[in-house]
């Protein structure tokens, strides 16, 4: 187990500061334009892919760090550069993490590779969770996937909404429910392969925020996968349904779903790119503050703004923190007794939100303008507080932990 420090090594500031640069130097520099267009920025993943930031290998690299900090220190440093872009570089890898959490050696071995490509001809994946009736409530999902013995296939149907990638992703990852009886946790996950009949885009969203990141609708309309496709395979299903009935029947119901593994260990990273932007837009304030002159010297000379600035950094560093231990204890396997990583992601999106809009503050008329980022940079840090979870699930969740309460 590796022993728990804020002291990044040699090799990790390298990476971090390589992350930087390209975020400084690439993702920046492009930011306003792919978010005034609203489309996928497909140039600037390229050049991720030939540099390797956006590549199975980095991804691992960083994903099996020992010290659990190589995954939220690199997406700290993108979203840093422009959160609609990083989440475009980075938003494959919650695919990744739902078969890297539910999949076999075999599965890993054989779908993760085909989710990004290779630097000459990039791919892109997508998660399935959400349903138009069915966000933070996973109990409700209708999407349903019948398995066909007879041809060893699963018959899926139903919409997924609010997913990343979807519709023009290479690989889908599709949460379904295999037995309604059971509530969440009668759900299992299965990969949708490439050019796969009866899948199709359905409602583009125009967005608030992030808006270089493709959001849509996933259609599934009697999509046949093999049975090889669903995650963890049938007999390992099979033995969790089990359990999950005789349990239910005693009144017990605290067996893990899939959907909420791969949440479990994604909020932590979530709450990274959080830190990424509530540090970009504090970052723009600090130097606005100390080179803005109002009644002859410098805005951050003033009270009002220097104790604004005080709190924003006090608050960054406090979600970092945070961050950082949910995800050392969960690469280290340390339980979560306190719902540390729904708190990691809880404060870190908050301090997004109300950060970036003290940014604004201190830049006054010019910071409402799309002539500095922290306009963009608080349209961006919304999203923090809803998706993978809203603020109001991670209170609950951290709330029914204190508690010993089973989490639906």
């Known amino acids: 187990m590796a022993e728990f420090t804020m002291e990044l090594s040699d090799e990790q500031k390298e990476v971090r500061d390589w992350l930087h640069g390209f975020a400084a130097d690439v993702i920046r520099p492009a930011a306003a334009e792919w978010d005034e267009r609203e489309e996928t920025p497909w140039p600037?993943?390229?050049?991720?892919?030939?540099v390797g930031i956006y590549s199975l290998d980095f991804y691992a690299q960083q994903y099996f760090d020992p010290t659990g900090l190589g995954i939220p220190?690199?997406?700290?440093?993108?979203?840093?550069?422009?959160?609609?872009?990083?989440?475009?570089?980075?938003?494959t890898g919650l695919a990744a993490v739902g078969v890297l959490a539910n999949g076999t050696e075999e599965q890993i071995g054989t779908w993760i590779p085909q989710m990004y490509g290779d630097a000459n001809d990039v791919k892109v994946a997508a998660f399935c969770s959400s349903e138009p009736d069915a966000g933070s409530d996973v109990a409700s999902m209708r999407t349903r996937a019948v398995y066909d013995e007879a041809k060893d296939e699963w018959v899926l149907n139903g919409t997924k909404t609010w997913a990343t990638n979807g519709g023009i992703a290479n690989v889908h990852v599709v949460v379904a429910v295999v037995d309604p009886e059971l509530g969440s946790k009668g759900h299992a996950s299965f990969i949708v392969p490439p050019n796969t009949p009866g899948l199709s885009q359905g409602q583009k969203f125009k967005k608030h925020g992030i808006r270089a990141s493709h959001t849509a609708e996933v259609i599934l309309d009697n999509v046949r996968v093999p049975g090889s496709c669903l995650l963890g395979g049938k007999e390992k299903l099979d033995a969790r349904l089990a359990r999950a009935r005789e349990k239910a029947k005693k009144g017990g119901e605290r067996v893990k779903n899939a959907a909420m593994a791969t949440f479990e260990a994604s909020r932590p990273a979530v709450g990274a790119m959080a830190v990424g932007t509530a540090r970009a837009a504090y970052e723009v304030a600090l130097e606005y503050a100390q080179t803005r002159e109002q009644f002859g010297r410098p805005i951050i000379d003033n009270q009002g703004v220097a104790f604004q600035l005080a709190d924003m950094r006090t608050s960054i560093d406090a979600a970092r923190l945070l961050v950082w231990r949910a995800s050392w204890m969960a690469t280290n396997g340390k339980p979560f007794t306190a719902a540390e990583g729904s708190m990691s992601k809880l404060f870190a999106s908050e301090t997004a939100k109300k950060v970036t809009a003290q940014a604004i503050q201190i830049l006054g008329g010019n910071g409402y303008t799309r002539e500095y980022p922290v306009e963009r940079m608080h349209r961006d840090s919304a999203i923090y507080t809803i998706f993978e979870g809203t603020s109001e699930i991670q209170r609950l969740v951290i709330a029914r932990t204190l508690a010993g309460m089973p989490i639906r």
């Not at 997406?75 to 980075?90: K, N, Q, R, Y």
């Open 44 to 50: 600037v993943i390229q050049e991720a892919a030939k």
């Open 73 to 91: 220190m690199a997406m700290e440093e993108l979203f840093w550069g422009d959160a609609g872009i990083a989440l475009s570089i980075v938003g």
